[in-house]
Structure formats: C-alpha cells, structure tokens
C-alpha cells in the first residue's frame, strides 16, 4: 500500500549569523495498514549572509568549500582478520603456550582462577563475546591456534598490509570529517507556532469558505433501526412513543467517505424520577471502554449506572 499524506508541521531554526532562519517541514504519512512514516522538506536558508557562505548537509550549515570526504568502501572480506590471525598478531606462540598453561592449570576452571595477565584479558573479551566464563571452550581454542599457529601467523602477514592502509584511509577520512564538522553550525530546530497558527487559520478560513459546498456521502440504516423499541426498557428508561421515524445522522469526514445514517427517534421517560427525553435508536447500546469496563450509552441523570449494571 503507498503512502498518503496526512498532515505537515513547519520547524525553524536561527541561522549561524544569528540574522535569519533556517526553514523545512516535517510530513507525516500513512497507509492503509495504520502504518506511519515521517519525512522532511529541503531546509530553506532564509538569510542572505549564510546562503553565500554556507549550504545544508546532514543537519549542519557547511562552509562553502568543505565537504564531507567520500566514504569508504568496506575493507573486502578476504583481506579481513579472523579472530584467530587477530590472536596470533597479538601474541607470539609462547605467550599463546604460557596462556593455554594457566588455563589448563590444576583447580584452574574459570576466569577468577587465572594468574597471568594475557590469559586473563584474553578470557575476559571471551565472556564478551560468548557470555560463558568456563574455561573448558577457551583452552580448545588456544589448542587451535597452536596447532595452526604458523599457518595463521603466515595468513595474518598477508593480509596486514591491506588492513594498514585500509585502516590509515578509516584515520584520515575521520579526520576530514572531524574538521567539516568543527567548522560548521549545528542549527536547533523547533515548531514554527506562528507559522503553524497562521496555516490553521487560513486552513479554517479555507474551511468555512467552503462549509456549504455539496458534497457526497453513503447513506445507510443503522442497525438499531431495525428493531422497535417502543413500550420497552432501557435501565429505568420507559421508551413511550417514536417521534421521528427516519431522524438522519450526518458523519462528515475530513478523510474518506461521509455518511448518512437512517435512525429511529424515541421519545422516553424515566420510571424512578418522570424526567422525559428524546433519543436517538443508536442510544440503546452497552459501550466498552479501552480498559475492559462497560458502560451504557443512555441512563437518566438522576442516578449513575454502575459497569456491573451496564453488563447485565
């Protein structure tokens, strides 16, 4: 299902002179299904000193010559590190060894038991990772390494230098952002009121401009027309007499379709106080509130009806 708009909400900011503003709007969309989104407009620079000097980009007013560094591609999966290469970078094979042997240490059976410093870290980013802190999975993975220990070193080697100038590219294009964002204005944007009031108002201008036009609408019976209520009761409703026999209810709708329901008009008298009203056939119902109580839509002012009463 495509999106439709339903309504827009103008935001303003100062500009970074502090003369002028900054201007966008936010639209707010739905579907069929009840799903929302929410996009913006372009940001207008209402200010004459900052469009020459500035344009907007990822919510920031950029000086004119800088720009954001073109992103860099991802490092190629063949190039990167396994976890295993990334040990075996670190640590020479005798480390590896004196951390499998700490590990495999007599009563040595979690991370609390270990006496050296490699073994501990290397544990600790292990419970980060695996959320496990016995040590039974981490010697296997040790015994991995130093059997393949210089197959890893040899494929580790390899792949450094692609990862170096891959990671010299990441360093310098944090630089070049760093600096953009340095240079450049963060403007704060909030609800343009005075616009949104004016958009209301010509909107309800617009509005009574038109109250009167013709338009289309369904017309249909309610349910309760149906059936006939008179010499009935409703709690202590007496339903004397039916004063209108087609009483039509208009249902006009900003958004689709208006309709026009053909109801029943009673005229009815409480049995415990003589007070008399009119009611429409639609009032004859027990309503639900979002909390699971009941409620009756017609009961007599002179008492309250209680949610129990209403159910039954």
Known sequence: MSYEEDFRRPYIARCACG?????KEIIYSSNDWGTTRESSTPVRIECPKCQEKYYFDRDY???KGLSFPKRIAQLP???????DERLVGQYDKNTVQAMLDDMTAPKHRFIKDLKTKEAISFAQDWYTLHRKKSLKPMIACLNRIIDCYDELKDS???KKPHVDSYNAKQNK??????????N???????IDDVKENEEKRRAEEELQKHKYDDFTAIVKYDESYKKDYVGMYW??????????EEYLQLNKSQYGNSTVLILKRYRCRCSRCGEEQDVVSSSFCIGRHDDGSYYSSL???CHVISSFEAKT
């Not at 294009?173 to 340095?182: A, T």
């Open 61 to 63: 007013l950029i000086p």
């Open 156 to 158: 580790y080697e390899q």
């Open 173 to 182: 294009y944090l630089e070049q952002e760093m600096l953009v964002y340095e």
């Open 184 to 190: 450049s204005y963060y403007p704060e944007f909030r």
């Open 235 to 244: 709690d202590t409703m007496q339903v004397i007499e039916c004063i209108d």
């Open 299 to 301: 009961n007599c002012k």
């Open 77 to 83: 999966r063949k190039y990167t590190y396994s976890s």
């Open 19 to 23: 003369e002028g503003f900054l201007r």
